[in-house]
């Protein structure tokens, strides 16, 4: 199933999901909130540094490409709306493994790339995270059943990078394999 097929299962599923995940008590202004779907992820960094003491990373280094695959979330959270214009809520949400590969570039004997062509590393791992949120919506009225807001939140966000590979690709036909430790890192995180 390719990514539209799965864009339209999991939105399928958030329409008939969304009654039974959002419960309203306004008379009392408390609210619980469901979310599901899919988020389009990148990112516009590989930082890279040396793990064996006292390496240098060649001077003709270059990441040739990078990506990460979109990965299907659910969260939940709880709220309050103070009046019809003015709602807090404090949300958690898990985002599921999605795939991630970078392919970085060098070249050249005094580079250290056997055989003096250009050699590859291609590395490739799975990334998840969880994030938490404090929320703030302004909203802008409503019509027809639908309320266009503006919003802010602040919080933290846990990202693990697990299964993460490093295959090196020799010009001369040789090849090396490293593997490096599981990662998870908490990081700022605003919307």
Known sequence: MGKFGVLALVGA???????A?????FASGWYLRGDV???MQKFSRFDHTATNGGFVWPASWNIDSKGIGDGVFIGGGIGYQFNSWLRFDVTGEYRATANIKAVGRYSGVADFCS???VC????????SAAVFLANAYFDLGTWWCI???VGAG???????ITDFWDLGLN???GTGRGFASNYDSWKLTWA
């Open 115 to 117: 055989g003096g062509g």
């Open 13 to 19: 599923a958030a329409v008939m999901a969304a009654p």
């Open 21 to 25: 995940a959002h419960v309203d008590d």
């Open 154 to 160: 602040i919080g933290g966000a846990r990202h693990s």
């Open 120 to 127: 590859f590393d291609v590395y490739d791992g799975k990334h």
């Open 171 to 173: 010009s001369d036909g």
């Open 37 to 39: 779907g899919i988020g």
């Open 147 to 149: 309320t266009p807001f």
